[in-house]
T-cell receptor, first 113, second 112 residues
Framework: DAKTTQPTSMDCAEGRAANLPCNHS???????VYWYRQIHSQGPQYIIH???NNETNEMASLIITEDRKSSTLILPHATLRDTAVYYC??????????????FGDGTTLTVKP | DVKVTQSSRYLVKRTGEKVFLECVQD?????MFWYRQDPGLGLRLIYF???????EKGDIPEGYSVSREKKERFSLILESASTNQTSMYLC???????????FGPGTRLTVT
């Protein structure tokens, strides 16, 4: 699985959009980009994933560059409850590999009032 | 909503004890996983199972074993607990075809 690089920490004002970048320059054609977050003292929570098209769900939007070497997770209107560690993971889409890639240190997002 | 539950939120055990951590999911998922999470090391995969009675080693299986006798239940066993196994243990499950994992709340294990 490709390695990812994320900033260690970011701040965002409440109500503003939070844009979390992730670099995955060695991504392969069959690897998906996944985002999870972990709120303090809880297990990680799935947010969104994509292969090459941009994706949106009720939680966030995922923008993947055309060359797929980087992506951005967008929380459109951040709230204090979005303060968490955000993990970007690149993973091959097959059962035998599902879950084998480890989560790195992620980005600690702090939403401030 | 998918629910993954773990038997304990906090556990304190002594060195040498046999420790059982249990995980139950209610969404008929084929895949189940055990991770440990340590500061500076992220989440590391211990074992996973893609079917009943099937298991595969993850990145750090040493000192651990697992059991999956029923589809909804995946147990992590520390045969002889050691202090370096003090950690947060997280269980997760996923569908066969999809790769979104759903995590339990975690068990913080302290071995003294």
């Amino acid at each position: 699985d490709a390695k990812t690089t994320q900033p260690t920490s970011m701040d965002c004002a409440e109500g503003r959009a939070a844009n979390l970048p992730c670099n995955h320059s060695t991504i392969s054609g069959n690897e998906y980009v996944y985002w999870y977050r972990q709120i303090h003292s809880q297990g990680p929570q799935y947010i969104i994933h994509g292969l090459k098209n941009n994706e949106t769900n009720e939680m966030a939007s995922l923008i993947i560059t055309e060359d797929r070497k980087s992506s951005t997770l967008i929380l459109p209107h951040a709230t204090l409850r979005d303060t968490a560690v955000y993990y970007c993971i690149v993973r091959v889409g097959s059962d035998t590999n599902a879950g084998k890639s480890t989560f790195g240190d992620g980005t600690t997002l702090t939403v401030k009032p | 909503d998918v629910k993954v539950t773990q038997s304990s939120r906090y556990l304190v055990k002594r060195t040498g004890e046999k420790v059982f951590l249990e995980c139950v999911q209610d969404m008929d998922h084929e895949n189940m996983f055990w991770y440990r999470q340590d500061p500076g090391l992220g989440l590391r995969l211990i074992y996973f199972s893609y079917d009943v009675k099937m298991k595969e080693k993850g990145d750090i299986p040493e000192g651990y074993s697992v059991s999956r006798e029923k589809k909804e239940r995946f147990s992590l066993i520390l045969e002889s607990a050691s202090t370096n196994q003090t950690s947060m243990y997280l269980c997760a499950s996923s569908f066969v075809a999809g790769l979104e994992q759903y995590f339990g709340p975690g068990t913080r294990l302290t071995v003294t």
